[in-house]
């Protein structure tokens, strides 16, 4: 089968691919749309130090994967939706033809893999995948499978609105509309936060982010975000979400936010960075770091976005098959240009 990978930092799509074979619990799917996530548009440009990073983590427990290796091709693509083709020996699935998301987990005799970035497990970016029986959650209402593959990234904005702990009649701030910031807000309107200002250098973004829910968008080279806050947050108690994930970020919102303000990083920095704990310390802040999603929170989102309550659409700016999925992890690169593309492979 065809599947784009990952090679020597570069995508390249190979015709050679051996066909999946589900074991007992697994089920064979053909992608039917495959979300392209920044997280791998980082790790095809820092997957090194990406790797290095994971390998200082403590604490973490171990689930026995075998460690990837960037010497061979590796392939991705987990944000994704995909039709039942075939399940394994002796497995309960739903019907083939049936459309299903999952989170990118697969169980095996071998332990729990992560379809994240594998060596030996096709992705999303592949004409066929496996995935978990137990895992699997039909896509109801009709939904469209390319909405339904954008279950895994808004769960991400989810998750961080739940960590916020926010409440009615807090307000929030989300610095940066790029995929993840434009699903915080999306979740912030859901849950009838007002108001939420979103900040963003790109005018393309800024409109994405009013388009998902935020009451005002802002470019802080015109207007400082912390500067708007002042003017439209009422006194309001000022939750922050840092979606943007730089280095020097984290310290300035320390050193601008007000006092007690509570911040949650979204944003998946790849560099080392510094911050002046005086800052946080003097005005009592509240920081909390943020990532991925539970199961609830999955079914959650999903059941959102088939209920209309949440629309995934507008962070989509492009569609491509496997062969131009090289070109475009380039085109991601400009945020005027695109926010979101969906591969389609078939």
Known sequence: MRAAVLRAGEMVVRNDVPDPVPESGQVLVRVRACGICGSDLHFARHGATMLALGDEMRGVPEM????????????????????????????????????????????????????????????????????????????????????????EPMAVGLHAVNRSDIQPGDGALVLGSGPVGLAIIAALAQRGIEPVLAADLSTARREAALAMGAHEAVDPVVEAAFEAWSRIGGGRQLIVFEAIGVPGIIDDVLREAPPRTRVVVAGVCMERDAVTPLFGIAKELDVRFSFAYDLAEFG?????????????????TGHVDLDGVPGAFDDLSDPERHCKIVVVPS
């Open 300 to 316: 959650t989102t999903l059941r959102l976005l088939a209920e209309g309550e949440i629309d995934p659409m507008p962070l989509v």
């Open 64 to 151: 026995g994967e075998p460690k990837l290796d960037l010497g061979r091709d590796v392939f991705m693509g987990h944000e994704l939706a995909a039709e039942v083709v075939e399940a394994g020996p002796d497995t309960d699935s739903p019907d083939p033809g049936t459309v299903v998301t999952s989170i990118p987990v697969l169980m095996a005799a071998t332990g729990i893999r992560q379809l994240t970035y594998t060596n030996d497990l096709p992705a999303g970016y592949s004409e066929h995948m496996l995935l978990s029986a137990p895992l699997l959650l039909t896509v109801p209402n009709g939904l469209d499978p390319q909405a339904a593959a954008l279950t």
